[in-house]
């Protein structure tokens, strides 16, 4: 690799090496190859006699582009202003036998299956390592489900949860994406055998007018493709909206991928949690004793590109002329590939921080105390309701002390005092024997540990039981930087 050359820092710094080899030049025209491979494995099938072994047999022994034949491709694509007519002049010169298969060696069989086999591929590479996560938080959650923390709305503190409670927020949004990303990919069909502007009419000719052998080769090919059926209704291409529905749900994803992280940025800076941090990490080049949550960061950046991709799947969907145009195909090569390593990097970034995350008690401990006898003043007023007292009087007395003991927080830096202001406060005699009880953080936290173990035990071990086996054998996925 050339360093005067620009490469995408997905494939350099990001993703994985097994995405990166889905979408990789050799990856996309041996797989073109295999497609034409199966039409003429399940044309000799049906009977068709001008598929012979020897051809087919060439073809099977050269699935596989070599290194030596890209350059040959190159040249043809430069002097035929076509990729796939490249290819089938490449793959010819290694197959000559083949090259008299009708339809065998043409763009339509190979390109756009081709790209369906790439999304479905793609889908069941994230899928597994989605689960992997899911897996890691609901065991988080479950070990601090009755951690007590305080609550967050508007940015402010509110009543309070638990630590685990907090982390299943991020689980429910990942067990909706990965509800969306299985849908997507058991939505996906193969195109098939279609003809060039999808009626057949060419395969039709080809067997003499037996439609139910036309049929039969759609059937052929999904099976040797690993797809249960084709579309019905195609153009000239698989219809473009099918990449606008994958897109979408990977760019769900990248959504959830940046509200996970901007949280655990902001208990970061709340110093209450922390994602991992290496013993010889640099947080910062001039300031040594930061700890930059640097993971959750990048995981933010990643996941808010992959947000914005699948408007190019929207536009080219929408501005596609009746079969087929062709200014899909310039976009899709970027856009595409570009979504996938993205969810892939993102998936690496969310397995990395939620193996390691670290939690501070005493810390979340303390801004709980520091708040908690302002969130328990309801709760005191109700127990003067009870003794007997006026409501409006206890909440104009508890509003009092609360602004006098925030005023000495906030303008004075100190302790908050309003339970002592309380105690010192002749109204209140009659509820100071109950204090105690009332400040207790359990009572506030309402159902959170209950509801943590169901939704584990209900809706998370569903959700993951298809990847039981996978989940048995995972470790922690390593960073690359």
């Given at each position: 690799?050339?360093?005067?050359?620009?490469?995408?820092?997905?494939?350099?710094?990001?993703?994985?090496?097994?995405?990166?080899?889905?979408?990789?030049?050799?990856?996309?025209?041996?797989?073109?190859?295999?497609?034409?491979?199966?039409?003429?494995?399940?044309?000799?099938?049906?009977?068709?006699?001008?598929?012979?072994?020897?051809?087919?047999?060439?073809?099977?022994?050269?699935?596989?582009?070599?290194?030596?034949?890209?350059?040959?491709?190159?040249?043809?694509?430069?002097?035929?202003?076509?990729?796939?007519?490249?290819?089938?002049?490449?793959?010819?010169?290694v197959a000559p036998a083949a090259e008299k298969f009708s339809t065998s060696l043409s763009?339509?069989?190979?390109?756009?299956?081709?790209?369906?086999?790439?999304?479905?591929?793609?889908?069941?590479?994230?899928?597994?390592?989605?689960?992997?996560?899911?897996?890691?938080?609901?065991?988080?959650?479950?070990?601090?489900?009755?951690?007590?923390?305080?609550?967050?709305?508007?940015?402010?503190?509110?009543?309070?949860?638990?630590?685990?409670?907090?982390?299943?927020?991020?689980?429910?949004?990942?067990?909706?994406?990965?509800?969306?990303?299985?849908?997507?990919?058991?939505?996906?069909?193969?195109?098939?055998?279609?003809?060039?502007?999808?009626?057949?009419?060419?395969?039709?000719?080809?067997?003499?007018?037996?439609?139910?052998?036309?049929?039969?080769?759609?059937?052929?090919?999904?099976?040797?493709?690993?797809?249960?059926?084709?579309?019905?209704?195609?153009?000239?291409?698989?219809?473009?909206?099918?990449?606008?529905?994958?897109?979408?749900?990977?760019?769900?994803?990248?959504?959830?991928?940046?509200?996970?992280?901007?949280d655990i940025r902001h208990l970061s800076m709340l110093h209450e949690i922390e994602e991992?941090?290496?013993?010889?990490?640099?947080?910062?080049?001039?300031?040594?004793?930061?700890?930059?949550?640097?993971?959750?960061?990048?995981?933010?950046?990643?996941?808010?590109?992959?947000?914005?991709?699948?408007?190019?799947?929207?536009?080219?969907?929408?501005?596609?002329?009746?079969?087929?145009?062709?200014?899909?195909?310039?976009?899709?090569?970027?856009?595409?590939?570009?979504?996938?390593?993205?969810?892939?990097?993102?998936?690496?970034l969310l397995d990395n921080i939620s193996s390691g995350l670290v939690v501070y008690p005493?810390?979340?401990?303390?801004?709980?105390?520091?708040?908690?006898?302002?969130?328990?003043?309801?709760?005191?007023?109700?127990?003067?309701?009870?003794?007997?007292?006026?409501?409006?009087?206890?909440?104009?007395?508890?509003?009092?002390?609360?602004?006098?003991?925030?005023?000495?927080?906030?303008?004075?830096?100190?302790?908050?005092?309003?339970?002592?202001?309380?105690?010192?406060?002749?109204?209140?005699?009659?509820?100071?024997?109950?204090?105690?009880?009332?400040?207790?953080?359990?009572?506030?936290?309402?159902?959170?540990?209950?509801?943590?173990?169901?939704?584990?035990?209900?809706?998370?071990?569903?959700?993951?039981?298809?990847?039981?086996?996978?989940?048995?054998?995972?470790?922690?996925?390593?960073?690359?930087?």
């Amino acid at each position: 690799m050339s360093n005067d050359i620009y490469t995408t820092p997905l494939t350099g710094r990001y993703s994985s090496t097994e995405m990166q080899r889905l979408f990789s030049p050799r990856t996309r025209f041996s797989t073109w190859r295999q497609l034409w491979v199966w039409l003429a494995e399940a044309q000799k099938e049906l009977e068709l006699p001008e598929v012979t072994q020897e051809g087919l047999d060439q073809m099977r022994n050269h699935i596989t582009i070599t290194d030596e034949e890209f350059p040959i491709a190159a040249a043809e694509e430069k002097k035929r202003r076509h990729d796939v007519m490249a290819h089938v002049h490449t793959f010819g010169r290694v197959a000559p036998a083949a090259e008299k298969f009708s339809t065998s060696l043409s763009n339509e069989p190979c390109i756009h299956n081709a790209d369906l086999i790439f999304l479905k591929r793609g889908l069941e590479l994230l899928l597994p390592k989605l689960a992997t996560v899911i897996d890691k938080l609901g065991k988080f959650a479950r070990d601090y489900k009755d951690l007590h923390c305080l609550g967050y709305t508007h940015g402010q503190p509110a009543q309070p949860v638990t630590v685990g409670k907090r982390a299943c927020l991020w689980i429910q949004d990942l067990l909706m994406d990965l509800r969306n990303l299985e849908r997507a990919r058991d939505d996906l069909r193969l195109r098939g055998c279609q003809g060039t502007t999808g009626t057949q009419a060419s395969f039709l000719q080809i067997f003499k007018g037996d439609h139910a052998k036309v049929d039969r080769l759609n059937e052929l090919i999904c099976q040797k493709a690993g797809f249960e059926s084709a579309y019905i209704i195609s153009s000239q291409t698989y219809s473009r909206k099918i990449d606008v529905d994958v897109l979408q749900a990977l760019a769900g994803f990248g959504a959830t991928c940046e509200r996970t992280g901007t949280d655990i940025r902001h208990l970061s800076m709340l110093h209450e949690i922390e994602e991992p941090f290496e013993k010889d990490q640099i947080g910062s080049s001039a300031m040594a004793f930061k700890r930059n949550p640097m993971r959750s960061e990048r995981l933010c950046s990643l996941g808010r590109h992959l947000t914005t991709l699948p408007q190019d799947a929207i536009n080219t969907y929408s501005h596609q002329w009746f079969e087929r145009s062709l200014d899909d195909s310039a976009n899709r090569r970027i856009s595409i590939p570009s979504a996938f390593l993205s969810a892939d990097a993102c998936v690496i970034l969310l397995d990395n921080i939620s193996s390691g995350l670290v939690v501070y008690p005493a810390v979340i401990q303390k801004r709980l105390e520091d708040e908690l006898p302002f969130m328990a003043t309801e709760s005191i007023m109700m127990a003067c309701v009870d003794k007997g007292l006026s409501r409006q009087d206890a909440h104009e007395e508890a509003r009092r002390l609360s602004h006098e003991a925030g005023a000495v927080v906030k303008q004075e830096g100190k302790p908050n005092d309003l339970i002592e202001r309380i105690k010192r406060t002749e109204f209140f005699k009659p509820i100071l024997g109950q204090l105690d009880a009332l400040l207790d953080s359990k009572a506030y936290i309402g159902r959170a540990p209950q509801q943590v173990e169901r939704f584990l035990s209900e809706e998370v071990s569903a959700a993951l039981r298809p990847y039981a086996s996978h989940l048995s054998t995972v470790g922690t996925a390593e960073l690359h930087v």
